[in-house]
């Protein structure tokens, strides 16, 4: 399991970025507010990562909080709910206001998310509701 990176930022697209730890790189996806924090090639940084394997795939997400990241693996454990849809969450909502709207029921908040309708939404919040504060704090 690789559970970080630190590295050189060598390039980024609007999905994911390429970290140069020790000259190998790492293409690791990331959510579009992880990648607003990326300002120059060549700089340092270090991301608390996922890994990702599939059948036809591997594949690294990055975060810069843990706390990004534990929610992201809570996300990803609800069913139908993969990798991309929870990193399309984080792109458009901050942490607190995914927790948030889960709790509240709040699915007009949660249905901004692109690619999330009703459906899943109702899941999540079935899924999620009230565990969610708990479950950050204790992993």
């Known amino acids: 399991m690789i559970a970080s990176l630190h590295g050189t930022l060598?390039?980024?697209?609007?999905?994911?970025?390429?970290?140069?730890?020790?000259g190998v790189g790492y293409q690791v996806f990331m959510s579009i507010r992880t990648l607003s924090n990326l300002s120059t090639i060549g700089m340092q940084i270090y991301l608390n990562t996922h890994l990702v394997l599939k059948e036809d795939s591997v594949i690294l997400y990055g975060f810069f909080s843990i706390e990004?990241?534990?929610?992201?693996?809570?996300?990803?454990?609800?069913?139908?709910?993969?990798?991309?849809?929870?990193?399309?969450?984080?792109?458009?909502?901050?942490?607190?206001?995914?927790?948030?709207?889960?709790?509240?029921?709040?699915?007009?908040?949660?249905?901004?998310?692109?690619?999330?309708?009703?459906?899943?939404?109702?899941?999540i919040v079935t899924s999620l509701k009230g565990k969610l504060s708990s479950v950050l704090k204790g992993q």
Not at 10 to 22: D, L, Y
């Open 68 to 123: 990004e990241l534990k929610l992201f693996k809570v996300l990803i454990s609800v069913s139908g709910l993969g990798p991309r849809l929870a990193l399309a969450m984080l792109s458009v909502l901050s942490v607190e206001q995914v927790i948030l709207a889960i709790d509240k029921g709040d699915t007009d908040v949660l249905t901004t998310v692109p690619g999330i309708g009703k459906k899943m939404v109702e899941r």
């Open 10 to 22: 060598e390039s980024w697209g609007s999905n994911s970025a390429v970290i140069n730890v020790n």
